[in-house]
């Protein structure tokens, strides 16, 4: 890691100069400069005034933290096809989804499919109906939601989704956190 590199990038995102960094760390901007091209090495005591001064902890300035990622493409979705839900396709739309917060897939029901039937589990499950019409069931009861119609349930109830109309439906489903 080049130390004087990241200071750099951190100076500039906060739109400082090299003298306003050097004021407000009580250096030299000549310094500052020396340390910005790693022809200088700060010591531990010095690192943490300039760490102060740029509002940042020693824990996040040596994070190796990579870009986050934030669009998917649709040729990065793995698709999930079971012996056991014929008719049902899944498309997890956030590959790669583990330490998330929740999960997103794309389903589609041919008519007459529904998804295999969970148990109860700690969550939250909601969704979109994109296409047709679907039929969540939860416990005993059960919910019509069509085209343009979202849903939301807590997953304390055994719960499935099926199809029981001729034409083919797709939703979104999301639950949180993960259990697809």
Known sequence: MKIGEKIKNLRLAQELTQEDLASRSDLTKGFISLLERDLQTPSLDTLE????????????FFAQKGPDIVVFKASQRVVIEHEDEPGVRREVLIPGAQGREMDILLVTLQPGAS????????????????EGQVIINLG?????????EAFYYTADKKHWIENRAKTMARFLWISAPPSF
């Open 49 to 60: 005034l300039i760490l102060n001064a740029l509002d940042t902890t020693p824990a996040e």
């Open 115 to 130: 998804t295999l039937r969970e148990k109860s589990h700690y969550g939250d499950e909601c969704g979109l109906v994109r």
């Open 140 to 148: 005993k009861d059960t919910f019509k939601a069509s085209r343009g």
